[in-house]
């Protein structure tokens, strides 16, 4: 099957090795100007070339016009909670009151207030639910999601969580999904972080890895929830089994999860708002990538992490949605003007933060490059509903995009 996009505008295509770092002056390197048009067969780019000439070569295949419209790459969204159920609306007057996360979650509120209804619904209702957030994720751009457990906070539930992002990877014209394990977000109700840590390393690990249903391990590594060491404990034990290492860290102080991240050498270290800049060099030199999640300081009503820090040292840095009961958001465009408009970073920089860099740490189920444009990489891209790239993050609250390209299929907005 082959489909030919003809008439591009500009084409932010991003491509390269590994992550893009320091500040991103050079243009013309991630550009290329309008006119140009891609060949796209079976799910994959096969050629780029200018338009006119590939459409008098592939005559008799599906041709678009994009009339000049702009294209940047399909979004990655590197860190979400996808599935849960029930609604902590409520909580925004404890916030506006003064209570802290911490407080709230001691108040009733908070990650187990979203354990309950997730533990009470069916898989049928948690199908549906993630199907809508995937649905939403792709109006707004986003053609691959990390994806984590978390609400379940016992064996059973955990397993029924990740089962269901399983059955929701690979549904054609919705994002693709990497699963994560995040057993370690909380203590369960019925219990309490040490014995909860036990319960994890003798029984829900195990039992995640013997049914194989996770790429990854993720622990919240936060002062009153899992500290360092319990920390390292769950990550060792789950590199051990075979996964591959997340970890949120400094979420709302500098708790020693960064050195954490650096000696574990982990993927990706999440949040990372506090973290003190010797440990982000240490993260740096360890190969870390800095996870931003710039919507939780946005719904807590907090200043935003030093994203021009990065830039300024070369440190590798992502951004995503860390879609959950208290940051609803699955729009990673609407973050990207939060980037922009409210943090002064260029639209280059933020947009590689979200393709390029988020798909380093979070590798497409295919096998194939993505987070950019080139020949040999999945064909997932946007179409944007302006002649000007920029545009991708200059429409908040609005999808900036016409269309998307989904392993080469069509998904118009
Ligand atoms: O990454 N902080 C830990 N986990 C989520 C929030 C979970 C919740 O409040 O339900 C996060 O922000
Ligand atoms: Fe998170």
């Known amino acids: 099957m082959q489909r030919l996009l003809t008439n591009s505008g500009p084409i932010a295509h991003l491509s390269g090795v590994g992550p893009l770092t320091g500040e991103i002056e050079d243009l013309d390197k991630h550009i290329w100007s309008a006119g140009l048009g891609i060949l796209v067969e079976n799910g994959v780019i096969k050629r780029i070339a200018p338009s006119n000439e590939l459409s008098s070569e592939y005559t008799g295949v599906e041709i678009i016009d994009l009339g000049g419209k702009a294209i940047v790459p399909g979004l990655v969204d590197s860190h979400t909670h996808l599935l849960w159920a029930g609604d902590r609306s409520r909580e925004v007057s404890w916030k506006q009151q003064g209570f802290s996360y911490r407080e709230i979650a001691l108040k009733g509120g908070g990650i187990n207030a979203t354990v309950k209804p997730t533990r009470d619904s069916t898989d049928e209702d948690l199908r549906l639910i993630g199907i809508d957030r995937m649905q939403e994720a792709l109006r707004n751009g986003t053609t691959h999601m990390e994806a984590k457990s978390g609400y379940g906070l016992d064996t059973k539930t955990e397993l ?23 057993g370690a977000h909380s203590a369960p109700p019925s219990s309490n972080i040490p014995d909860y840590c036990e319960e994890i390393l003798s029984d829900q690990l195990p039992a995640v890895l013997d049914q194989g249903i996770a790429r990854s391990a993720d622990v919240f590594c936060e002062p009153g929830w899992f500290n360092v060491e319990q920390s390292e404990d769950i990550l060792k034990a789950s590199r051990s089994g075979g996964l591959d290492l997340r970890i949120h860290i400094d979420e709302f102080v500098d708790g020693g999860g960064g050195d954490l991240a650096a000696e574990l050498s982990v993927t990706t270290a999440d949040h990372a708002h506090y973290t003190n800049p010797n440990s982000r060099d240490s993260m740096s030199k360890a190969g870390v990538n800095t996870g931003f ?56 920089a933020s947009l590689a933060a979200c393709s390029r860099n988020s798909a380093e740490t979070t590798p497409h189920p295919s096998g194939l490059k993505h987070g950019m444009i080139c020949e040999g990489a999945i064909a997932n891209l946007n179409i944007v509903n302006s002649p000007w790239w920029e545009a991708w993050c200059l429409q908040p609250g609005h999808s900036p995009f016409y269309a998307t390209m989904l392993a080469g299929d069509m998904i118009y907005h």
Not at 162 to 177: A, E, V, Y
Not at 325 to 348: A, E, K
């Open 160 to 182: 029924r969580l990740l089962s269901i992002g399983n059955q929701l990877n690979g549904i054609r014209k919705l994002p693709t999904l990497d699963l994560t394990w995040l």
């Open 293 to 348: 999640l710039p919507g939780t300081p946005y719904a807590m009503g907090d200043d935003y992490p030093p994203f021009q820090d990065c830039l300024d040292n070369n440190w590798a840095w992502s951004f995503a949605s860390d879609f959950n009961p208290n940051c609803r958001t699955l729009s990673l465009p609407f973050l990207g003007s939060v980037l922009v408009q409210r943090n002064d970073i260029s639209p280059i």
